[in-house]
């Protein structure tokens, strides 16, 4: 490896440690509390080296997501190119996807939760803002083909494929919604319980009868 190929190893390296120490100090503080300062620790680097990366908090968060969610769409596109051999169990494999996106990172998924926020999004820059929505426009692009494959062979209730991807990806993070205000509120979780029924239910409504 040459001495450039190396340099820009050590810069991707150095970016992705910068990502991760900010999803840790907000998993520990929340995002109020964080300063370039703390994430500057965290990533064991000087402030001026930080800044040679990245100018402010939420251009970092950004990109923690959008690396994340890239991960997410990967996912998806791998259950769509598996439709025909997982047709009959294509909605229980989807959720089961979403839990796996959920449980691979717990913080960096409530750290995409916090930023799809309406008053997160009105307050990012006008380029931050536009990331964002790119990243989401093709998660729901990818949710929206598995669906349109479910509808098409009739395993799934003729509707709109894409407000079907909105239904059952909303489902998915209301529960999580609810599941981390009993987290704050130090009340007992039933997540697994609430994914099963939620999956049930969502079966009785979407599947198609035979």
């Given at each position: ?11 991707s ?24 300062e703390?994430i ?13 990366y990245f ?22 596109e ?20 979403f ?56 395993v799934?209730r003729?509707?709109?494929p ?10 998915f ?5 609810l ?19 939620a ?12």
């Amino acid at each position: 490896m040459g001495i450039k190929e190396r340099r820009e190893r050590e810069k991707s390296e150095r970016r992705e440690s910068i990502l991760k120490a900010a999803i840790r100090v907000y998993d520990k503080e929340g995002y109020h509390a964080i300063t370039m300062e703390k994430i500057a620790e965290a990533a064991e680097l000087s402030r001026a080296t930080l800044y040679l990366y990245f100018k402010t908090k939420d251009e970092i968060f950004i990109h923690a997501i959008l690396s994340y969610s890239d991960f997410f769409r990967e996912r998806l596109e791998k259950v769509y190119a598996g439709c025909a051999e997982t047709k009959d169990d294509l909605l229980k494999n989807l959720w089961f996807t979403f839990i796996e996106f959920y449980e691979k990172d717990r913080p960096s998924f409530n750290v995409t939760l916090y930023f799809h926020q309406s008053e997160m999004i009105r307050n990012l820059p006008e380029n931050l803002r536009i990331m964002l929505d790119h990243s989401g426009t093709r998660i729901y692009e990818s949710l929206s083909k598995i669906m349109a494959y479910g509808i098409g062979q009739g395993v799934f209730r003729e509707s709109n494929p894409k407000t079907l991807a909105e239904v059952v990806w909303t489902s998915f993070l209301g529960i999580i919604h609810l599941e981390n205000s009993k987290h704050a509120m130090s009340r007992k979780p039933h997540l697994a319980v609430t994914w099963q029924l939620a999956l049930e239910m969502l079966s009785k409504g979407i599947l198609k009868s035979h």
